[in-house]
């Protein structure tokens, strides 16, 4: 009885930690850029695509995608910054939600014009077929992966952004635009790179689910949705928020089904809700 | 012609020449006929909606495969009374609103003699509703609800409703009837989490312990419709310990369920997987060898079944036109457009009164087999296979085998439909 | 100027009139489409344009809405009018308990939180089976007579009729809306949208504006909603997803944010553009994507605002 709590909740992890690699870099952008990116859920998916191409199209391994994958979405994101988003920044932010929206929209027929309507899937790789036993039960050597990736990419981004100087270059930009701006920083350059790297950290996280999802067209409109709540209730734009809110859907869907299974669907939205009414910074933000 | 196909005329004409000399092969049509063709006049015009967006868009594209090789077929073979059938094909994105509007759109401004189509239950229902509005036949070639032959058409006597594949009894009784023979005593259901879910796991219970009092339900997980995670599921069912696992899961999801049920290790546990929608095309492409060995799926067509002549022509056909084996919504929209033609040189008219009284009652043989039109709620009846997943040199994803069949009068429920 | 509009609101009389007897059973149906777009755009626009609040949640009001007056038209065999006002009271009272805790936040944090309040009346629309019926939604729902004093039951199932009905019950709508904005109080809720600092400074309770903008905007989506029902003959759960509240914020953009006509032309020209794009190509999400992309960098005023501040200038110019 105890170890099937544990259990579910070491699935609940698992299921926490993709979605934090999913979400960072929705938060990234945010908590730098101040824009809530709708397109992250397209660049997502582009990833995930790009991924399985190369897998099932050029025949490379499982890793070459996921290493190569990512870098030609940051290409994209880095495009999309430069030429759309770049023009919206000094304006309403109803507007900048528009400008992403629409890009969910084109990137939804672009990759069904390319790719075709009908979902696809790839083979799991064989380094990451396995199982092994945890308290009695198998426990996929997949999801233990992605668990381990998860604090690694929250220890790497921490690192980045407090330990090198464009880490700290960027987190000035994001606390005073004019002001860096004045000593000399590039910022509309430095901006698009953190586009860039916010786009490159989604595409991972949609490279990384092929080998036990599908893809499909339709796949960007259902994890936006996910990485906006978990934004939210981290506290918009604050990292380490939204890994605790990753941790913290997971396991509320993990033991949501065990518990309560009729209000499974709204659960992430009354979390999402009552973050936002009580404490609108989020879990860790500081209030304004 | 379809508009919203990605099909061009030129491609359209040269496959008509391709059809004509298939059919002659499958002995489906004499040589002479095919000379005397060249249909003429005012077209017969179907309007076909179904899903052609978001993450179930590829079934659209499976009906639209089905529908464009008939109509090449019908226009290479005379047309409908001699005139050219014509079709349009419209995306419902599986919202009712928007199916209600096609509808209206394909009678009222495009002139449909019929409309065809429709993948999800909810939609069915929907548009079954206002036929009478627009007084023209629906035939469903999907969305499989039992509502729709039982409620609205037996109970409500709405005429105007066909269906021409088979209904959730494949999902829910057929399953069992096959499952009374597995030495398994603890069943547990991964379900979607919609009434098709519901219904096709309430059925399989009902019928099951029917056959088998012994039998226990130990536990169930519903999964709400877009999920891609299904670890808590899996989890949660397995730590009841069961021998059995049935699931109506289906499409994308089947494929991401399966290929996690293995990494948990569920078949290694397990007695028997039961899948009543596992031997769909889309989901034996999906999982290619990753699909375990052994377990029990089904289909609403399955292309090596029946091995008759016209199956195995058809598919034939089938695969030289797109490349790929039939799916069972192609077969079922295939087979609409032939039945709505016979239906209709049956009645000598594409008047909805004559041809609804032509469709009742009649038998049709279409590659999925010999098919029949109950007279008291229009639901087509006809033999569809069960087997268990193997690995077979010629194909490059799993095949049935220990191929069975339970007879429809077996699993089909009947009028009145009470109990 | 004046004469231009008197001839403008004529034509569009006329126009409005005169859509059932052109006998096509389709553009009948799909101007009722139009109307009811164009009554929940501007519900939405009254939070939006005027006092500054996106919400990406108000399908919930409009699905409400349409539920209601579902179940009422089902179960209680009411006739036509006490359903659909029913429907509406029915959005308002949930507007006010949702927008009570919405209000007390702005810019972003009203947006999510109205799109995590949305997706909730989804979750529920969803899984409520024995209410909503669940993802198969309210089936065959009557489209009830219209009971009126001194003419008794007036029948609703030619869709002529029900057209003339939706027309009069979305003009009142439009007509509310626009006493609302053109009052003291809609300068107020402009003022709170300009400076809401300055507006609680100058003694005015901004909280309680917000919510009545917010309230009497869910009546008049409640009030689209509720005329969908019997329109369409089922209420199903998509009703209230978030895609859905995508629609009147499309559609205001296209019109135009900061004018009353806006949300009217923009249902317009949103229902045109999707059906002329469906009859070309299956790809009209990436055409429509690409018109919310010119719209956002180049066209912010919509097509009401272009008109405004370069057509009219250059007609008058023109003409002087």
Known sequence: MFEQLLFQGLVGLSLAMYLWLVSAGLTLIFGVLGVLNFAHGSLYMLGAYFGYSAVRVLGVSFWVGLAVAPLLVALVGGFIERFFIRRVYHIDVAYQLLLTFAFILIFADLVKWYWGPIYQSAPVPAGLSGALPILGRPFPVYNLFVMALGPLAALGLWLLLEKTWWGRTVRAAAGDREMAGAIGVNVPQLFTGVFMFGSWLGAVGGALGIPIRTVSPGMAEDYIIQAFAVAVIGGLGNLKGAFIGSVLIGLVNAYGHLYAPVFELAFMYILMAAILILRPQGIFGTSQ | MGKHSR?????????????????????????????????????????????????????????????????????????????????????????????????????????????????????????????????????????????????????????????????????GIASAMIAKDFPVKRWANIGPKYEYGYTSWQMFKDTLKKFRPDVEFVEESWAPFGTTDFGPHISKVMAANPEGIFTTEWAGEAVALVKQAKLFGVFGKIKEWVNPMGGAMDVLEGLGKDYPEGLWVSSRYWFLYPPTNINESFVQRFHKRWGRYPHYSSETSYSAYWALKQASELAGSTETEKVIKALEGMTMISPAGRRWFRKEDHQAVYEVPWGRTKADPKYPFRILGDLRAVPAELYYRHPPFDA | MRALQWILGLGLAIVLLGVPLTGERFYVYLAIQILVLSLFATGFNLLFGYTGLLSFGHAAFYASGAYATGLLLMHARLSLLPSVLGGALFAAALGLVVGFFCVRRTRIYFSMLTLAFGMMVYALAFDWRSVTGGDDGLIGIPRSPLWLPGLGALQMTALSAYYYFVLVMTAAGVWLVRRVVYSPFGLVLQGIRENENRASFAGIPVRRYRLAAFVTSCLISGLAGAMVAPLENTVAPTAAHWTKSAEPVLATLLGGIHSFAGPLVGALLFYLLQELIEQVTEYWLLWFGVVLLALVLGFRGGVVGYFQHHVLPALRRRLS
Do not use: W
């Open chain 2, 7 to 171: 099909f061009n005329r030129r491609e359209f004409l040269g496959a008509m020449a391709a059809a004509g000399g298939g059919m002659l092969a499958a002995g489906l049509v004499r040589p002479g006929e095919i000379r005397a063709a060249k249909p003429s006049g005012k077209p017969v015009k179907i309007g076909h909606q179904c899903v052609l967006s978001g993450v179930l868009g590829g079934y659209g594209q499976f009906m639209q495969m089905g529908a464009t090789l008939a109509a090449e077929e019908i226009n290479a073979a005379g047309g409908i009374l001699g005139r050219p059938l014509e079709f349009e094909f419209r995306d419902s994105q599986v919202k009712p609103a928007v199916a209600v509007k096609n509808a209206r759109y394909f009678v009222d401004k495009y002139g449909a003699d019929f409309h065809a189509g429709i993948d999800s239950s909810g939609v069915a229902l929907a548009v079954g509703k206002i036929m009478p509005q627009l007084k023209k036949i629906l035939m469903v070639t999907h969305g499989a609800t039992e509502k729709y032959n039982e409620q609205l058409v037996y109970k409500e006597g709405n005429k105007y409703l066909f269906r021409i594949s088979v209904p959730v009894y494949q999902d």
